[in-house]
T-cell receptor, first 111, second 118 residues
């Protein structure tokens, strides 16, 4: 079983749509959770951390369910500029602040 | 503040050649990492360092070596390049701190080096 699993997509949605991505992780001891964004041929960049109580940053909402080991990202009112690959990332509690990356979910927002 | 920088941006190697991928960060981060990303795949950790003089293997270290003589620099050495090492290589750094949008584990990435081995 992969440590961090994501639906690879692609998700093709019209501008203005709401889209949700899901992710599951296998290590119940993980404590830090993130969504990173990766544009085509670019480096990953932090989109947002995910907190236990859920958190929102503008049009983006992240949720964490520790019991189910499940993380979600909701994007409201999609923009063309949201087109990217979204990486679900979980810390490895074993050592050295290591992170485990999902393979990513590809989103294309269509005009 | 340039963040994490990597050189070169692109490189083509012949089988059996060697090269060093450079990574420098100016954020005074303790932790540094090297990843590779194959097409359509997630990032895999090659090596990491928790401070100058300390390095350790990640998930896929075979065929690579690293050193960390200073806080700023973390070069990755490829000896005897093979086609299986064709990939995009990312360097990242982190520093244990908290903030409104950052946690102790947030990593900051360089722009990557695209390597092709023919």
């Amino acid at each position: 079983r992969k440590e961090v699993e994501q639906d690879p997509g692609p998700f093709n949605v019209p501008e203005g749509a709401t889209v949700a991505f899901n992710c599951t992780y296998s290590n119940s001891a993980s404590q830090s959770f993130f969504w990173y964004r990766q544009d085509c041929r670019k480096e990953p960049k932090l989109l947002m951390s995910v907190y236990s109580s859920g958190n929102e940053d503008g049009r983006f909402t992240a949720q964490l369910n520790r019991a189910s080991q499940y993380i979600s990202l909701l994007i409201r009112d999609s923009k063309l500029s949201d087109s990217a690959t979204y990486l679900c990332v979980v810390n490895d509690p074993g050592s050295a602040r290591q992170l485990t990356f999902g393979s990513g979910t590809q989103l294309t927002v269509l005009p | 503040n340039a963040g994490v920088t990597q050189t070169p941006k692109f490189r083509i190697l012949k089988i059996g050649q060697s090269m060093t991928l450079q990574c420098t960060q100016d954020m005074n981060h303790n932790y540094m990492y090297w990843y590779r990303q194959d097409p359509g795949m997630g990032l895999k950790l090659i090596y990491y360092s928790v401070g100058a003089g300390i390095t350790d293997k990640g998930e896929v270290p075979n065929g690579y070596n690293v050193s960390r003589s200073t806080t700023e620099d973390f070069p990755l050495r490829l000896e005897l390049a093979a086609p299986s090492q064709t990939s995009v290589y990312f360097c990242a750094s982190s520093f244990p701190r908290t903030g409104l949008r950052t946690s102790t584990d947030t990593q900051y990435f360089g722009p990557g080096t695209r390597l092709t081995v023919l």
